[in-house]
């Protein structure tokens, strides 16, 4: 997990998506792997597979804050504004203020005003 992380980190998403596979593999319920392989897929542009991932995460832990917010934050960048911002409700309902949250929610405003 700490050689996705360091690689997620510095934006090197093939190698986090690699790394997180592992841990994946190893841990199979372990929802910060799911999230983080997810996450790797979305930053590489391959939305056909964080998806499956998501859905994957979703059957772990549906009820956790940062699952709607990186389920948010995947559909904010494929420009589906809408189902982001269901999402990042959602995320704000668990987790009320949090920052990550109110930083994409204010992206997604600047986009959508944009």
Same mark, same amino acid.
């Given at each position: 997990? !700490?050689?996705?992380?360091? &690689?997620?980190?510095?934006?090197?998403?093939?190698?986090?998506?690699? *790394?997180?596979?592992? $841990?994946?593999?190893? !841990?199979?319920?372990?929802?910060? @792997?799911?999230? /983080?392989? $997810? $996450?790797? *897929?979305?930053?590489?542009?391959?939305?056909? %597979?964080?998806?499956?991932?998501?859905?994957?995460? /979703?059957?772990?832990?549906?009820?956790?804050?940062? *699952?709607?917010?990186? #389920?948010?934050?995947?559909?904010?960048?494929?420009?589906?504004? /809408?189902?982001?911002? &269901?999402?990042? @409700?959602?995320?704000? &309902? %668990? !987790?009320?203020?949090?920052? #990550?949250? !109110?930083?994409?929610?204010?992206? %997604?405003?600047? #986009?959508?005003?944009?």
């Amino acid at each position: 997990m !700490e050689a996705a992380r360091t &690689a997620f980190e510095t934006g090197n998403f093939g190698f986090a998506a690699r *790394y997180f596979d592992m $841990a994946m593999t190893e !841990e199979p319920g372990n929802i910060d @792997a799911c999230l /983080g392989l $997810a $996450a790797s *897929y979305d930053w590489l542009y391959r939305f056909d %597979l964080s998806d499956p991932v998501y859905k994957a995460c /979703g059957e772990l832990s549906d009820d956790s804050f940062l *699952y709607h917010n990186n #389920v948010g934050f995947s559909y904010l960048l494929r420009g589906e504004l /809408g189902r982001a911002s &269901a999402s990042f @409700a959602q995320a704000r &309902a %668990l !987790e009320p203020n949090h920052p #990550v949250i !109110e930083t994409n929610l204010k992206v %997604l405003r600047d #986009v959508s005003d944009g």
